[in-house]
């Protein structure tokens, strides 16, 4: 399995049970999709591989690691 990581600052350990997993789906849909869409564009361009970065792509997760404004882990 490949994953993606993603660390976001601020307090967000404010926000509590599913109001925070709505919020970490938002952030990815955002932010994160955008971001490899344009990665996994322009790598297959280069490679001229693009089916295999759809299928990579498909399998990815995600690891999301939240910190306070101090770099602590929340």
């Known amino acids: 399995m490949r994953y993606q990581s993603v660390i ?7 926000v ?3 109001e ?3 919020g ?3 952030f990815l849909e955002k932010y ?7 990665g ?3 790598l297959s361009i280069i ?3 693009g089916e295999k970065f759809d299928l990579l792509y498909k399998n990815l997760k ?6 306070d404004h101090n770099g602590t882990s929340i």
Not at 8 to 14: A, L, S, W, Y
Not at 32 to 38: C, H, L, R, V
Not at 62 to 67: A, D, M, P, R
Request: aromatic share 12%.
């Open 40 to 42: 996994k564009l322009k």
């Open 47 to 49: 490679f001229q591989k």
């Open 24 to 26: 970490l789906i938002a």
């Open 62 to 67: 995600v690891n999301i690691e939240f910190f």
């Open 16 to 18: 509590e049970g599913e």
């Open 8 to 14: 976001v600052f601020g307090k967000i350990g404010e």
């Open 20 to 22: 925070k997993r709505v």
């Open 32 to 38: 994160a999709t955008d971001n490899m869409e344009k």
